[in-house]
Structure formats: structure tokens, C-alpha cells
């Protein structure tokens, strides 16, 4: 696969990254923007960005972070550079969870996924209950 890795150095181009992480390229370039410090990407011939295999486990741990976890942005940022834990929600600006509180909103929102899962259940079940009452007063009213 030329011009995909770099064997000397272990550098590896956005495209392999992408396969070894399974995130989209765009998702990448957007991670290397957002996360530049963290991440340590170096360039190649043409600017074109090559990950060492740590910025690939990095891009791993932003995902993790971000989809996993909820954190915002700024949330991650502060994560990675090992900063104060985040702030509760509707807390003010600056204030830090207190590191027991993390598990607790964590089950929290476990909780809430599946109060949210139930309430889809019950709503594919009332739409299945008006269909068929749909159905039955137009079998009635065509008779």
C-alpha cells in the first residue's frame, strides 16, 4: 500500500488512521483542528497529516470521550490535559465535579437512556394501536 505508511518512522497517513480507528477522514481532520495539541500530528510532503500510533489512540480516546461520555469540546480538552473534572450541567461557569459525582451522572444518564428507550416502546405501540383503529373505523365506515 504505497503512500500509506511511513515504515521508518511508524507514521501512518489520515486514510490508514481512518482504518485503524474506523472514524471518517473528515472526523479525523476535524479531531486534528479541535484537539491539535493533544494529538501532535506531524506533516509530511505537501502538509498531508501523518499520525504516529499514539495520535491513533489518541483520536480513540477523543471519540471515547465525546460520543461515550458526552463531554463537550471543551470538556475534552480539559480531560486530556488532565485538568479538574467537568462541570455539572446549569453549574456555574468555572465550577468543577467533584470526582464522586461523575459515576453518579453517568448512572444518571444511563438512567434517562432508558426512560428514553421505554418511551420510544410505548410510542411505536400507540402508533400501532391508532393503525388499527384507523383501519377498523374505515372497515366500518365503508360498509
Excluded at 448512572?107 to 377498523?136: F, G, H, N, P, Y
Aim: aromatic content about 4%; hydrophobic content about 40%.
Amino acid at each position: 500500500m504505497a503512500g500509506s505508511a511511513q515504515p521508518e518512522t511508524g507514521l501512518v497517513t489520515i486514510k490508514e488512521a481512518a482504518r485503524r480507528t474506523g472514524l471518517p477522514a473528515s472526523t479525523i481532520r476535524f479531531y486534528d483542528q479541535q484537539f491539535e495539541e493533544f494529538l501532535a500530528v506531524k506533516r509530511g510532503a505537501g502538509r498531508r497529516r501523518l499520525f504516529t500510533p499514539e495520535a491513533v489512540q489518541r483520536l480513540l480516546d477523543i471519540q471515547r470521550l465525546l460520543k461515550d461520555e458526552g463531554l463537550s469540546l471543551r470538556q475534552t480538552r480539559q480531560a486530556l490535559t488532565g485538568q479538574a473534572t467537568a462541570p455539572l450541567p446549569g453549574a456555574a461557569p468555572g465550577a468543577q465535579t467533584a470526582p464522586g459525582q461523575v459515576e453518579a451522572l453517568r448512572a444518571e444518564v444511563e438512567a434517562l437512556r432508558r426512560e428514553v428507550r421505554s418511551l420510544e416502546k410505548r410510542q411505536r405501540d400507540l402508533k400501532e394501536i391508532q393503525e388499527r383503529t384507523l383501519a377498523l373505523v374505515g372497515s366500518l365506515t365503508r360498509t
